[in-house]
Structures are given as structure tokens and as C-alpha cells.
């Protein structure tokens, strides 16, 4: 029986991994995917912006993938195989914190996984704007020195020089993998799927143990909050506090997104931050969904109530009583 082929896509928070979820949904709508992701906190924004050409999205949230949902990575894996659905191939997005050692080992210590999937490559986007900043993780390292492809991905934040200097870092810790340098993650699937690159004996190069479980140890400073909000939100006050917010704790904010309720607006609005960097543009039409504000913060030294308080400022009715 010919096997399933798997792709794992990985790198930092923020990095573009959606991005290239998308496109690669898009340029392959007519394949049957399906598609696992996995989101750090309590609340998917992900499985909210991937895009609708497959019914077969597994959302893994609240945890990472390599500790804490790792059962049920397999668990979901598993169920997808049994089912009567044909595939014809798997993407699983892990959290942007994930070590991808432990999703690998899973695929190769599974007794099904291992018999009805082929792992075809770990394919790892890079900020080649925040990469520097990302490589304190030891996440961020192992994501780049376990890739088959590494897409050096947001070229456009950077000059030339500092691309050049961004590669040489990153061949550094994996000079086997193919670098790529991508805007939007923009690169031909054929570049990115079916690409045969995954290699135990290389990984074991890297890491010998591997194989053998142990716990991963996650950096406990880095926290998530996670925050919702049912009255609509004021656009000027909302943005005019995300710019307060980023000039004030950019440096300890290493990820935020949200799908937000703006009043009186027919489509939601979605903003995404790293660090200082914010991007915001309208999303899909609300039509008759229930209208609500979901936002994620993940970083260092997050005061939840203060971040809380923030947004509720930021609602209507509160605007109202203020004035
Ligand atoms: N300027 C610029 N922005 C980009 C590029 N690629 C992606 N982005 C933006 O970066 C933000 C994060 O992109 P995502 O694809 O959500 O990143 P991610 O890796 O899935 O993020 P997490 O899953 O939260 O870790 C979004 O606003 C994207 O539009 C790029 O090449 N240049």
C-alpha cells in the first residue's frame, strides 16, 4: 500500500506558516488535504483564517503540540486513517513554540502512523526580520536545524545586507536544508510538497536521542492570554490602543493576532503583531455568524488584566460612559 505523504510545517511565531498553509490550500484546492493545526493558547485564531477549500481541518489548541497535545496529534492522526475519507495528503502547522523533534519522533515510533505515513519534509519558515531576536529560543533553533526546506520568508522587511547576513546564520545551524527567500511565502507548491527530503539518519545526526521520550521543556517565562470581548469595538480607540501597546511592550510581545468585531463593519477585522511589527486588513463578511472580538497575546511578562482592561476600553458602551 503506498503511503501517505505528511508535511510538517514549522518556524517561529508569526513567521508566515498560515501564510504558506494558504497558498499551498489554494494552488492545491483540488487535492483532498487534510490539515492539522495546532495553536499554542485556549483560543484558535488559525482555523479561523485558514482559508475553506477542505473540510478536513483537526484544530489542536491549548498546548503544544510537542508536549501537551502530542496524544492527541496521534489520536487525530489516527482517527483521519481509519476513517472511510480518502486523503491525499497530510499538512500539520504546529504552534509557532513547538520543538518539532517530539512531532517527529511521533511519526516514527507510531505503529500506524509509521505504517500508513511517509514523513516528506519538515518544512520550516523563517522571519528574516525577528529571526535574530527568535534564535534566544531554543524552539526557534531546533525548528531551523531539524528543516528539509527552510523558506526565509518577510525578505521585504529587510535590505539585502541583512538578508545575506540572516542566511548566513541560518546555514549556520542547518547547512543541509534548501533556503529559499520568499515574500508572503510565495513559492511554487512543487517547490514545497512531494519533495522526498525527510531523513531519520540526518535528524539522528542531529539529535541522537531523539527517539527516546522525554519531557520537552518549554520556557516557562512565555506565557498566553487569550481574550474575548461580545460589544463591538471602536476602530480609532482599538488601534490607537494596539499602537500604545506595541510602543510600550513590543519587546516582550512576541505574538499577537486577533479576529475582531468592529462596529457597525459587515466583515471582521484581522490584525496580526510581532513584536513592534503590526498588520491589520478586513477579514471574512461576519454575514450571520455570532459578532465577537478574539484576541491572542503570547510573551513574556503578560499582565492579563492590564491587557484585559485595554481592550475593554476599547468597546463601545465602555467609550460611551467614558464621554
Ligand atoms: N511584510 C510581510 N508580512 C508577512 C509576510 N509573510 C507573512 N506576513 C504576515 O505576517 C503575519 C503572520 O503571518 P502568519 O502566516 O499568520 O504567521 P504564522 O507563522 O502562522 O503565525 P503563528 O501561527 O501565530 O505562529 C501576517 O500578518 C502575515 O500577513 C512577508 O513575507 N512579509
Known amino acids: 500500500m503506498k503511503k501517505l505523504n505528511a508535511t510538517i510545517l514549522t518556524g517561529f511565531l508569526g513567521a508566515g506558516k498560515t501564510t504558506l498553509l494558504n497558498r499551498l490550500l489554494t494552488e492545491r484546492h483540488e ?49 483521519l486513517l481509519a476513517s472511510d475519507r480518502v486523503f491525499d ?24 502512523l509509521s505504517s500508513h505515513v511517509q514523513l516528506d519534509a519538515i518544512v520550516t519558515v ?10 534566544g529560543q531554543d524552539e526557534a533553533v531546533e525548528q531551523i536545524s531539524f528543516a528539509d526546506l527552510i523558506l526565509l520568508n518577510k525578505t521585504d522587511l529587510v535590505s539585502v545586507d541583512e538578508l545575506g547576513v540572516t542566511e548566513r546564520r541560518v546555514r549556520q545551524l542547518n547547512p543541509l536544508a534548501r533556503v529559499v527567500h520568499t515574500k508572503d511565502c510565495a513559492v511554487p507548491m512543487s517547490a514545497v510538497l512531494d519533495l522526498g527530503a525527510f ?27 487569550a481574550l474575548r470581548q461580545t460589544e463591538p469595538l471602536d476602530p480609532a480607540a482599538f488601534n490607537s490602543w494596539l499602537n500604545r501597546l506595541v510602543q510600550a511592550r513590543g519587546a516582550d510581545i512576541l505574538r499577537m493576532k486577533g479576529v475582531v468585531n ?4 459587515a466583515r471582521r477585522y484581522v490584525f496580526h503583531g510581532v513584536h ?19 484576541i491572542v497575546f503570547i510573551g513574556r511578562n503578560l499582565d492579563e488584566a492590564e491587557l484585559r482592561r485595554g481592550l475593554e476600553s476599547c468597546a463601545l458602551p465602555a467609550l460611551a460612559v467614558a464621554t
Open 262 to 265: 468592529f462596529a457597525g463593519e
Open 31 to 79: 487535492e483532498r488535504i487534510a490539515v492539522v493545526i495546532n495553536e499554542f493558547g485556549e483560543v484558535g485564531i488559525d482555523g479561523k483564517l485558514v482559508i475553506e477549500t477542505t473540510e478536513d481541518v483537526v484544530e489542536l489548541n491549548n498546548g503544544c503540540i510537542c508536549c501537551t497535545v502530542r496524544d492527541d496529534l496521534i489520536g487525530a492522526l489516527r482517527n
Open 126 to 135: 523563517v522571519d528574516a526580520r525577528h529571526v535574530e531576536q527568535q534564535l
Open 199 to 225: 531523513d531519520l539518519k540526518n535528524i539522528l545526526s542531529i539529535d541522537p536521542a531523539i527517539l527516546e521520550d522525554h519531557e520537552h521543556e518549554h520556557d516557562q517565562s512565555i506565557s498566553c492570554v
Open 89 to 112: 495528503r497530510i499538512v500539520i502547522e504546529t504552534s509557532g513554540l513547538a520543538d518539532p523533534a517530539p512531532v517527529i519522533q511521533s511519526f516514527v515510533l507510531d505503529e500506524v
Open 276 to 294: 513592534m511589527t503590526l498588520d491589520g486588513r478586513p477579514g471574512k463578511p461576519w454575514m450571520g455568524d455570532p459578532r465577537l472580538s478574539e
